[in-house]
C-alpha cells in the first residue's frame, strides 16, 4: 500500500470527521435491554465535498483517486479545523530586558512560536500522553482535533499539571507508540485513510468543465 499527501490545490467546502465506534448488538437481556458488545477499535470516517471548478482541479482529482487505485492505496487526509482548535503564540522580537535595555547587538529576546511536544514515551493502545504545551495561547480545548505520529486524534479531556504540562484523554487509540519530544500537531493533523468503496469520488462533470466529487474514506492503520 501507498500512503499519498492530499492535493493542496482540492479544497473541501464541506467535510464530515467522526469516529466509527465498531460496536454491535448482543441482543437484548430478558429485562428488555439492548446489549452492546464493542472491540474498543474505533476508527476514523469521512465524507469529503470537494468542488471542481477549475481545469487545475479537475486533473488534480482525476490524478489522485487514479493513483488510489480503489482501495488499493491510501491518501493522509485530516480535518480543516484551525480555526476551532488550539493556537500557537506567534513569535515576538526586540524584547528588552527589564530596564528596557537591548543585547549589546542592538537585538532583543525572542518569545512565543514553541510547537508543544509529548513529555514522556506513549505505547501504541494507549487513551493518555502528557504533553509539554509550549506556547499555546489558551490551554488546551477538549474537543481539538491533534496529531501524533502521522495519525489523527481528538482530545476528549484535560487535565493541567504543574510545570506546564497538561494530560491529554484522547479517542481513538494510539495507532503507534510515540516518542519523549515527538511533536504534537494542533492544525495539520492527518491520518491516513482509503476509499470506503472502489467507486467512491466519482464525479460528473457539467459540459465538461466543472463538477463536484464526494469521496467516502475509513482509517488504515
Not at 479531556?157 to 510545570?163: I, L
Not at 497538561?166 to 495539520?188: H, N
Amino acid at each position: 500500500m501507498i500512503i499519498y499527501d492530499w492535493p493542496a490545490i482540492l479544497i473541501a467546502n464541506a467535510e464530515t470527521f467522526r469516529i466509527d465506534a465498531r460496536t454491535r448488538s448482543g441482543g437484548e437481556t430478558i429485562a428488555g435491554r439492548e446489549q452492546v458488545v464493542t472491540s474498543n477499535l474505533g476508527r476514523w470516517v469521512a465524507r469529503l465535498t470537494v468542488p471542481l471548478h477549475t481545469p487545475a482541479k479537475i486533473r488534480a482529482m482525476r490524478s489522485l483517486l487514479a493513483r488510489l487505485d480503489g482501495r488499493t492505496n491510501a491518501v493522509r487526509v485530516g480535518p480543516c479545523d484551525c480555526r476551532n482548535g488550539n493556537r500557537l503564540i506567534p513569535v515576538v522580537g526586540d524584547i528588552p530586558y527589564s530596564d528596557q535595555a537591548l543585547h549589546s547587538d542592538g537585538a532583543g529576546f525572542m518569545q512565543g512560536g514553541i510547537a508543544p511536544t509529548v513529555a514522556a514515551a506513549v505505547p501504541a493502545g494507549a487513551t493518555t500522553i502528557r504533553i509539554l504545551n509550549g506556547s499555546t495561547v489558551l490551554p488546551v480545548l477538549e474537543g481539538s482535533f491533534l496529531g501524533l505520529g502521522g495519525y489523527l486524534y481528538v482530545v476528549v479531556g484535560v487535565d493541567p499539571e504543574p510545570g506546564e504540562e497538561t494530560v491529554l484523554d484522547i479517542r481513538p487509540k494510539l495507532r503507534a507508540g510515540v516518542a519523549e519530544g515527538a511533536p504534537v500537531e494542533w492544525c495539520r493533523a492527518r491520518a491516513p485513510m482509503r476509499l470506503s468503496a472502489d467507486d467512491s469520488g466519482a464525479f460528473e462533470l457539467q459540459l465538461a468543465r466543472s463538477g463536484t466529487a464526494s469521496l467516502d474514506l475509513v482509517e488504515v492503520w
